[in-house]
């Protein structure tokens, strides 16, 4: 019996939500096909309909991540206000994947690293067509450094917990994200000199 592609377009959407809640927050190693569709309330056969494999399936959720940054006059601030912030680091499952699948993608490596790397460079080009600075050198670098940050400050605060150190680390990176943004520093490129 087929379905409709819109059945299974939907099918497919409910189990790479359902997948992207588990894996942030049980994380890969721990979440189990037969876990994830039983929490879709699918049957794990109808998974391989969808995905040739549980990295298949991580590798896609995490292509899915970024699009675009909000399309308003000063995204960047409010990019990083959201992002640096306590209910971001306090609901991991709902927030970005790169903070959160860090340590399962290094440990994977092959196509879920290869993608994972795709998107960090997808975010800092957007993060960097955003930047202030005097070179388009200048903008990468700083964009580059700007999305580290993000993403270790992240991983640092969620270590740290609920605290008063977790939020002055939140704290300190959003601000030091938007002076970054704001007037990115001077860097001589080999060529210039």
């Known amino acids: 019996m087929s379905h409709s592609p819109e059945r299974r377009k939907r099918t497919r959407d409910r189990i790479r939500a359902m997948a992207a809640r588990l894996f942030k927050s049980n994380g890969y190693g721990s979440t189990t096909i037969d876990a994830l569709m039983a929490e879709a309330g699918l049957t794990r056969g109808g998974f391989y309909a969808h995905f040739s494999g549980k990295e298949d399936l991580f590798a896609d959720i995490i292509q899915s991540s970024f699009d675009r940054l909000p399309d308003e006059p000063d995204p960047l601030r409010k990019v990083f206000t959201w992002y640096m912030s306590q209910e971001h680091r306090d609901y991991p499952a709902a927030g970005c994947p790169l903070p959160t699948l860090a340590q399962d993608v290094a440990r994977l490596r092959g196509e879920p690293q290869q993608r994972y790397r795709h998107i960090f460079r997808n975010f800092t080009r957007l993060i960097s067509g955003n930047v202030k600075g005097r070179t388009r050198h200048d903008r990468e670098a700083a964009a580059t450094a ?48």
Request: aromatic residues 0%.
């Open 146 to 193: 700007i999305v580290a940050m993000m993403i270790g400050g992240m991983v640092v605060s969620r270590a740290l917990g609920k605290t008063a150190c977790s939020d002055e680390v939140l704290d300190a990176c959003r601000e030091t994200c938007i002076s970054l943004a704001d007037s990115a520093p001077s860097l001589a490129e080999p060529d210039d000199e």
